[in-house]
Each structure stands twice: as C-alpha cells, then as structure tokens.
C-alpha cells in the first residue's frame, strides 16, 4: 500500500503523559499537514511542513505540541503532559504541490486515535 | 477569520438528488474541495473548484461561485453507500502557508 500510514492507529495514555504519533507520507510528496478532528467536527488544521520546514502552526496549538519532519520524509506529531481535551483523532496528510497549481486534494491516513482518561 | 458553514445533516431516499451548500469566509481563498467522510474512515477527495462554475464528475457534481462566496456539492442517484459525512474545505494561501480549511460538515443519511 502506497497510501499515508499513521502510526500507533490508537493510543490510551493518562493525564500527564507525553504521547508521539508518527505519519508516513506518500513518498514523493513535499507537503505534510497534521489535523485534528473531535466528534461531529470537520478536521482542525495544526500544522504544515513544506519538505523538513515547518511553514505554520495553528495559533489553536498549545506549547505542549510539537512537529518535527526531518529530512522531509515521515513526521511526528508529540503532544506533552497530555490533558483530557487532547483527546482527538489526529490526521496526517500529504500532497504534492508544484508548478501545476494547487488542485485542493489531499491524501489523508486513518489517523491516530488518543483517549486521555 | 476563516470560517465555512454547511448545513449539519440532510436526509434524502435512494435514487433521489441532494444539494450541500457551502459558505465561506476565508483570506487568501483560491479554491473550494469536498471530501466524503465515512463514520471511522478517514477524509477522502471528492471534488475541487478552481474556478466559478460547475465541475462533473460521475455522479457527483461540484460547483463555486466566488463572488457570492458560494459553493454546493450535488449528489445524484443516491445510493446506500453515500451515507456519509461530507466536508467543504476552503483553500487558502498564506505567507509561505497552503492550507485546506474544513467546514463542520453535513451528515447525510440515505433512506431505502
């Protein structure tokens, strides 16, 4: 399968613990973006990487986040001292943007599903 | 700010057609897409409008109209299978930044 693939798909952690989820893009794409989704809620953009830079993080994002995409290949996403409203399926996506434009398609995992109890 | 409103749910029989509509308020727009959500699966493409005007593809139809800041998502000859969630999600450029804004999205159940 050359689709993005997430990493753990489903993650219990208690209140406090640092968690990291990883995301494989498609291979040759150079764009990367995590997202968040809650119950009955669209996805909410987090950050963006264009290649290894990160070119945007949400202003919704607390400290306690960070990503990183080294070399330009996969990312992770880590969230620290955890809180219950970080419970959330978070979504990776990936495409390819270039001189053909932007076509507003993206390719997005299964997620990664936390529950912090 | 950036927003999109969709209505949250419509309900329509098999083989009928339904109409999502879409509005937006977002800077730096450059196209509207729609992504179909299935409860537990992840956000795929659908349709995209670059341009005013109507996009077809198979049974789906998509269309913009940036003057009104106005998008719908047409879907005919319902089937079963269409029950899903569906997401307008803005384009939008900022600094270095290229990002998809997602609506609420419209939970659409199709009744035999």
């Known amino acids: 399968d050359t689709g993005v693939s997430q990493n753990p798909r489903h993650k219990i952690t208690k209140r406090g613990q640092n968690v990291t989820f990883r995301c494989d893009p498609i291979?040759?794409?150079?764009?990367l973006y995590w997202y968040r989704q809650t119950l009955g809620q669209g996805p909410e953009f987090l950050t963006y990487?264009?290649?290894?830079?990160?070119?945007?993080k949400s202003r919704l994002l607390s400290d306690r986040f960070s990503a990183e995409r080294p070399k330009g290949s996969f990312s992770t996403l880590e969230i620290q001292r955890t809180e219950q409203g970080d419970s959330a399926m978070y979504l990776c996506?990936?495409?390819?943007?270039?001189?053909?434009?932007?076509?507003?398609?993206?390719?997005f995992g299964e997620g990664s599903r936390l529950t912090v109890l | 700010g950036q927003s999109l409103e969709q209505p949250s749910e419509v309900t329509a029989v098999e083989g009928a057609i339904v109409q999502i509509n879409c509005t937006y308020q977002?800077?730096?727009?450059?196209?509207l897409s729609w992504y179909q959500q299935h409860d537990g699966g992840a956000p795929t493409f659908l349709s995209y409008?670059?341009?005013?005007g109507l996009e077809e593809t198979g049974r789906f139809s998509s269309f913009l109209s940036r003057s009104d800041s106005y998008g719908y998502l047409l879907l005919q000859e319902l089937q079963m299978k269409d029950s899903a969630s569906y997401f307008c999600?803005?384009?939008?450029?900022?600094?270095?930044?290229?990002?998809?804004?997602f609506g609420t999205g419209t939970l659409l159940a199709v009744q035999p």
């Open positions: 999600a803005a384009g939008a450029y900022g600094g270095a930044t290229n990002k998809l804004i």
């Open positions: 291979s040759e794409h150079n764009r």
């Open positions: 996506a990936s495409s390819l943007g270039g001189l053909a434009g932007d076509t507003g398609e993206l390719f």
């Open positions: 990487f264009q290649n290894e830079a990160q070119l945007e």
């Open positions: 409008n670059g341009l005013d």
């Open positions: 977002t800077s730096g727009f450059y196209g």
